[in-house]
Structure formats: C-alpha cells, structure tokens
C-alpha cells in the first residue's frame, strides 16, 4: 500500500470521525482527480459547478461511507451524477411538451379557444387549410384525401402534421386577448 493511499484512508477515516481539519485536506487532496474526471465528464463550463457540488455531497456523506477503500470509486460516481443533472437542465428550455400545452390549452374558456381556433385556421395557408378541413371536419381518411388532391399518402400525411403544428404553435404562442384585441 502507498504512502499516499495509507494518508488518504487515514484521513478519510477521520472524516468520518467528525474531525474538520482532515475532512478539509481529505478535499483538497481529491479535488485535482475530481476536476480531471469531471473534464471527462463534463461540459466545460460545468465542470467547476460539478466539482464543487461533488465535494459538497462528500463532505456532508463522508460519515455514511462503509469503506474507506470505496472513497474513489464513489466520489466518481458522484461527480458523474452531477455532471448528467447540470447536462440535463442546460436542456430544460425546450417547448412544452404535449401534456402541458394540453393543460394550457384547455384553461382557456371554450369561447374564447373557439376563436382563438378560428383565427389560428384563418392563418394557415390554403393548402394546409384544405387538408385540415378534409381531415378533421368532413373526417376523410389519408387515402381519401390523396386520392382526392391527387397527392400521395406521405405527402398528405406531412402537410396535416405541419399544419397542425402551425394551429398548436399559434394558439399557444400569444395570449389570446392580444390577438383578440381585448
């Protein structure tokens, strides 16, 4: 067993002890394989937030560790946990998802959504329009609808997609009162 090893179980155990002044070097003498395996790991922007999150979570948990031999491999595991959290919320400004627009959708009253739908109708462009109001009004099914344009399935299928997706982003890109007006 190193040298280094014995003085780094040593401090680890007292630690665990209670003992502040070794829970302080015990960190700084983990900090530089943090930060080496966080740049792994990690954007590099995040990686000073995960390295100090990291030894955040060891110095409140250091007591609870079984093993002294085990301080490695969980201060990896750690700072690859915090490294995915800070990836995932650089992530969490993407649109609503379905369940959420759904909710805001429905909070409105149904006169207003009524309208709010007419004009989002009114908007599209006439050969989206045309494939909405077969669809969803006279309720033709895909074939029918390509049969009737003289389209395929594919391309009649694409153009209801997007023009929904036109409808969606409408209704839920401005309040309804200031199209409204009201």
């Not at 070794?22 to 900090?31: E, I, K, N």
């Not at 079984?66 to 491999?73: M, V």
Request: aromatic share 4%.
């Amino acid at each position: 067993m190193s040298s280094r090893t014995s003085d780094r179980d040593h401090l680890i155990l007292a630690a665990q002890a209670g003992d502040a002044a070794a829970l302080s070097r015990l960190l700084a003498l983990c900090q530089a394989d943090a930060r080496r395996y966080a740049y792994r790991h990690c954007q590099a922007s995040d990686v000073d937030d995960a390295v100090q999150e990291s030894l955040l979570i060891i110095s409140r948990k250091v007591a609870g560790l079984k093993a002294a031999a085990a301080f490695s491999s969980w201060l990896f595991t750690v700072i690859k946990r915090e490294c995915r959290k800070l990836a995932r919320a650089m992530f969490r400004h993407e649109p609503l998802p379905d369940e959420a627009a759904e909710e805001l959708l429905l909070s409105r009253p149904n006169d207003a959504l009524r309208i709010d739908l007419a004009h989002a109708l009114e908007s599209l462009p006439a050969h989206y329009l045309e494939v909405v109001l077969l669809r969803d009004f006279e309720e033709l099914t895909i074939a029918e609808i390509a049969q009737r344009l003289n389209e395929s399935s594919g391309a009649v299928k694409s153009r209801l997609h997007r023009a929904r997706e036109l409808v969606r982003e409408y209704l839920l890109d401005t309040e309804p009162a200031a199209r409204t007006g009201a």
